[in-house]
């Protein structure tokens, strides 16, 4: 039984994390094999998020969700131009809980909206993003 050295592990290594990763890269990914992503509160941060969310290959923003009107059709028409695609305009995150069509739930609204959005995404089994803070207090996060 050879035993290997570090260094041959580490060589090992490398060479098969280059190898899947070519293997893995792919230039177009199919429409079927995307992550349809709904961002709940689409200002400042949450814009900045969203933008990564579609950035990605493999997401589509498909909703946008935000309360104020003006911010809504804003980033809406912002995202069409940006990826060709119009995401669906909502002004209520519940009407999306519902939505087979959603996977993922971005939510960045203000710090003491955080908690519902989450809880209610997770309860309807849609993957949740939040930053911190989760909640506004302790007593509300447990």
Not at 6 to 11: D, T
Not at 43 to 65: K, L, Y
Not at 123 to 132: F, I, Q, R, S, T
Request: net charge positive.
């Amino acid at each position: 039984m050879s035993r290997s050295t570090r260094r041959s592990f580490v060589r090992q290594s490398a060479g098969l994390g280059l190898g899947l990763s070519v293997g893995l890269s792919r230039g177009a990914v199919a429409a079927n094999d995307k992550i349809s992503v709904a961002c709940i509160g689409v200002r400042g941060r949450g814009n900045s998020v969203m933008n990564s969310f579609a950035a990605e290959p493999d997401c589509a923003v498909t909703h946008i969700c935000d309360v104020n009107e003006s911010t809504r059709k804003r980033r809406g028409a912002e995202m069409k131009e940006r990826t060709g695609l119009a995401p669906r305009l909502v002004n209520d995150y519940r009407t999306l809980l519902e939505d087979d069509s959603v996977d993922v739930f971005m939510v960045a609204t203000p710090d003491h909206w955080h908690a519902l959005p989450t809880i209610h995404g997770c309860l309807a089994d849609k993957d949740v993003y939040v930053e911190k803070p989760a909640s506004h207090n302790i007593l509300e996060g447990k």
